[in-house]
């Protein structure tokens, strides 16, 4: 499994859609952010440009291009005629294994990517001022906060890269796969709307705000976020493996 996970990862850097996703999500984010610049006249500070960036209209990209990651290598072995050779020589459960640690390692790294390169791009292609001195880099509660909310949503990424790619061993196709994140994400807002879920149970989880530590200290926040990603993870894990089994049964 250790070798089947090497070559799943190595094919997901060496794979151009990656980057694609990354410059994407940067893109996206800094168009977003372009608004909170221009309305400080090209002096905003850069934490003015990060609340640009997670509060504008990019976060449907975002669902989008963090499944390209690596939720994609399901569909692309369907596609090419692979799987079936090698699922049955390594088992099913260590593929399935192989293809969700990959994708979920994706998505997390194509949503944290794009963060920081539309962030720091921001900073150094506009000119920002700092309030007198550096210290979004060099330190301070923003930054810390900054680093804190990236992490953080990133794992909300790699859910959905997750999601993705048990969505395409149902149907896999690219389109699908790109899309029904999205719509599983809102039908999870609109259920949470409609049944008051606890917050730990809501995408709110990873979302990190500024001045308020609603879970005592963020750190536990990113904790659980993590945790909560891999549990749900593990439960598609088993949707993904019984809808593989299917599929090379009916094959």
């Known amino acids: 499994m250790i070798r089947m996970l090497t070559v799943d990862l190595e094919k997901m850097f060496g794979n151009y859609r990656f980057y694609v996703g990354v410059v994407g999500i940067a893109l996206g984010n800094c168009l977003?952010?372009?608004?909170?610049?221009?309305?400080?006249?090209?002096?905003?500070?850069?934490?003015?440009?990060?609340?640009?960036?997670?509060?504008?209209s990019s976060f449907l990209l975002i669902l989008m291009l963090c499944v390209i990651g690596g939720g994609f290598s399901f569909c692309e072995e369907q596609?090419?005629?692979?799987?079936?050779?090698?699922?049955?020589?390594?088992?099913?459960?260590?593929?399935?294994?192989?293809?969700?640690?990959?994708?979920?390692a994706g998505g997390y790294l194509v949503t944290l990517l794009g963060f920081l390169l539309s962030v720091f791009g921001m900073a150094l292609l506009i000119r920002c001022e700092y309030h007198g001195e550096v210290r979004s880099f060099?330190?301070?509660?923003?930054?810390?906060?900054?680093?804190?909310?990236?992490?953080?949503?990133?794992?909300?990424?790699?859910?959905?890269?997750?999601?993705?790619?048990?969505?395409?061993?149902?149907?896999?196709?690219f389109f699908v796969g790109m899309a029904m994140p999205i719509l599983i994400y809102y039908l999870w807002l609109s259920l949470d709307a409609w049944f008051a879920f606890p917050q730990f149970l809501t995408p709110r989880c990873y979302f990190v705000y500024e001045n308020t530590l609603q879970w005592?200290?963020?750190v536990w926040q990113l904790l659980y976020a993590f945790l909560f990603t891999c549990v749900?993870?593990?439960?598609?894990y088993g949707f993904c493996c019984r809808t593989i089994q299917r599929r090379l049964e009916n094959d």
Not at 232 to 236: E, P
């Open 32 to 56: 977003s952010a372009f608004e909170a610049v221009t309305n400080g006249g090209g002096r905003a500070g850069l934490e003015d440009v990060f609340l640009g960036v997670m509060g504008g």
């Open 138 to 173: 060099a330190g301070g509660e923003q930054t810390v906060w900054m680093v804190e909310y990236m992490v953080c949503i990133s794992f909300l990424g790699a859910l959905m890269s997750v999601v993705g790619l048990a969505v395409t061993t149902v149907l896999p196709n």
């Open 79 to 104: 596609k090419n005629g692979n799987i079936r050779l090698t699922a049955l020589r390594a088992g099913v459960k260590p593929y399935v294994v192989s293809k969700v640690i990959s994708a979920f």
């Open 216 to 218: 005592g200290s963020r």
């Open 232 to 236: 749900l993870s593990w439960l598609l």
